[in-house]
């Protein structure tokens, strides 16, 4: 290992995950504030001690709000921000923008950034955000289609892996009932419920090769997280969750991936975060057999297949067999994937989940703790660039 | 047992919006041909239009016929909000004639159950709001597979 360990995540911090328009009348500011103050208490910080806020998604707040500084620094009192800026796209930065908080800290602009996302989808929900979105010039070649959400969208990719290398039906179940399985002992989780084969095969189909169940939940709530330097860090609260590597971006063969669907083979049936994946483990000096549990970025089932070949767990192509052989269950998995359940059992909040459950697995206080874990992945996107990945470790 | 035939979203509320760009997109797709831009300086195709070729930055275009594709990608969506009774086949073209161009559409006319990857479609034009016209793609007309040859040489129009 030879990542630079030079800043760590301090805190996490939730509000409770609710359904779709549930949480109202509670409005996104006032979750995201709720999800920050959570962060500095269990940091051990005071609120008024954050001078840094690393946004992604541009800083939107979920579908069609947005997130802004001055506002959270006027309504928790937070005295002076000296810095303030976010990956650009969407929810493909989640992880990266902890990347975003490391550049400010090591450039000594800030010493505790804040990364935050709040979603609230009782205006707009994510399931037909790509047809309400506002008509432009290149939208326009993709709206008439009917493909109106995200994982209409990324059904046609699914569908192309099938064809390329017979993924079946089966390695898509077996994502979703395993992350359910991970979910059922968890308090915050919003399905608690096992999930059976029958009930798979049984469910509707929304945008056929993709049934209900492959699509992630419909929530409403916030996450933030706390970085700061390894040296501060550790004099806070919990264990640092060092930050051993982190990189987003992409290629062009990828680019606005499943918004423009110009990918060729074997872009197209892929996540686009191969090269993310290769700058990762170059900067962390590890490969994926180093990595002890995977929280891998679940919007829908088989971008968590195409994830795990693109990070290396697997051979292009070779992800259904992985998954149906039972590789990445808790129990019995040899990489066990998404032990919070995800966002297809536990709760949706553009990827902030899956960081908060890397760090606890660090920390070692995980609900479904994988025993021993030294690095903890965790994954943004797929989605439009950038993607990103981040590896967590232990302080060495 | 009778299976609903694939369409398109309801005509009249599919609304698209143009730059200077991919006006000239549309604009054939009014005169019913369906045509990609490529690069005069090099030859490369690219899709949607923009402003310059990502392969050698010319902003000088010509704008190329093109006629059937074959099946890259599709999906079968039913259950939309309020549409229940819609099926909808959308689905990512590609065409010989057009090497890396991928254009998003419809098939239509047809039972979902026949479309397979690697099938040949045919554009045809349908009207939409503010009197503009949508491609989208029809099964061959005989029952044929995907066995049948393809048109190999673009035709060029001038600019």
Not at chain 1, 276 to 303: K, N, Q, S, W
Not at chain 1, 382 to 394: D, F, K
Not at chain 2, 133 to 152: E, H, I, N, Y
Request: proline share 7%; charged share 20%; glycine share 10%.
């Amino acid at each position: 290992m030879s990542g630079p360990d030079d800043v760590a995540i301090v805190g996490v911090g939730a509000t409770p995950y609710y359904f779709r328009g549930e949480s109202y009348p509670q409005t996104i500011t006032e979750l995201a504030c709720k999800a920050i103050l959570a962060a500095c208490d269990d940091a051990g910080i005071d609120v008024t001690q954050l001078d840094g806020f690393a946004y992604y998604s541009g800083a939107s707040a979920g579908y069609g709000e947005t997130m802004d500084t001055a506002t959270f620094m006027e309504i928790l009192g937070i005295p002076e921000v000296t810095f303030s800026a976010a990956l650009t796209s969407g929810g493909g930065g989640s992880a990266g923008a902890i990347g975003l908080a490391r550049a400010a800290i090591i450039a000594g602009d800030a010493t505790h950034v804040v990364t935050v996302m709040s979603l609230q989808q009782r205006k707009q929900r994510l399931g037909t955000v790509f047809g309400a979105a506002t008509l432009n010039p290149q939208n326009s070649f993709l709206m008439p289609s009917g493909l109106i959400g995200p994982g209409h969208l990324m059904s046609v990719l699914a569908r192309r892996h099938m064809h390329l290398y017979g993924t079946r039906r089966e390695a898509f179940a077996e994502v979703a009932i395993s992350t359910r399985h991970n979910a059922l002992n968890r308090p915050k989780a919003q399905k608690r419920t096992p999930l059976t084969p029958e009930d798979y095969f049984g469910a509707r189909m929304i945008a056929d090769p993709l049934c209900l169940f492959d699509f992630c939940l419909e929530t409403d709530g916030a996450v933030a997280v706390i970085t700061a330097g390894l040296d501060r860090a550790r004099d806070l609260r919990h264990p640092p969750a060092t930050v051993v590597a982190c990189a987003h971006g992409g290629r062009r063969e990828w680019g606005r991936a499943f918004a423009w669907y110009g990918m060729s083979d074997p872009h197209f049936a892929s996540s686009g975060h191969a090269p993310v994946a290769e700058h990762l483990y170059r900067r962390a000096g590890v490969g994926p057999a180093d990595i002890d549990v995977a929280l891998i970025y679940d919007h829908f089932t088989p971008m968590v297949i195409m994830q795990l070949e693109d990070y290396g767990f697997c051979p292009r192509g070779e992800g259904g067999p992985f998954v149906e052989s039972g590789a990445i269950r808790y129990e019995g998995g040899t990489l066990p994937v998404n032990t919070h359940g995800g966002q297809l059992s536990e709760a949706y909040i553009i990827g902030m989940t899956h960081i908060v459950e890397a760090v606890e697995q660090i920390r070692g206080n995980a609900i479904n703790q994988v025993p021993g874990t030294e690095l903890a992945l965790a994954t943004g996107g797929p989605a439009a660039l950038p993607v990103s990945g981040l590896i967590l470790g232990r302080d060495r | 047992m009778t299976t609903p035939l694939s369409s398109t979203l309801p005509t009249g509320g599919i609304r698209i919006t143009t730059d200077a760009a991919t006006e000239p997109y549309w604009q054939a797709a009014k005169a019913r041909r369906l045509v990609a831009p490529r690069c005069t300086a090099c030859g490369a195709f690219r899709f949607p239009p923009g402003p310059f070729c990502p392969e050698c930055r010319s902003q000088d275009v010509d704008w190329v016929n093109i006629s059937a594709g074959t099946v890259f990608s599709f999906s079968i969506v039913r259950h939309l909000p309020g549409m229940k009774d819609l099926v909808l086949v959308p689905v990512v073209v590609e065409f010989p004639e057009a090497p890396g161009v991928h254009i998003v559409s419809n098939i239509i006319d047809i039972d979902p159950d026949d479309v397979h990857i690697g099938m040949i479609v045919e554009p045809d034009f349908v009207d939409i709001a503010d009197n503009w016209k949508l491609p989208v793609f029809r099964g061959p007309r005989a029952a044929c597979d995907s066995t049948d040859q393809l048109p190999a040489v673009p035709e060029k129009e001038s600019t």
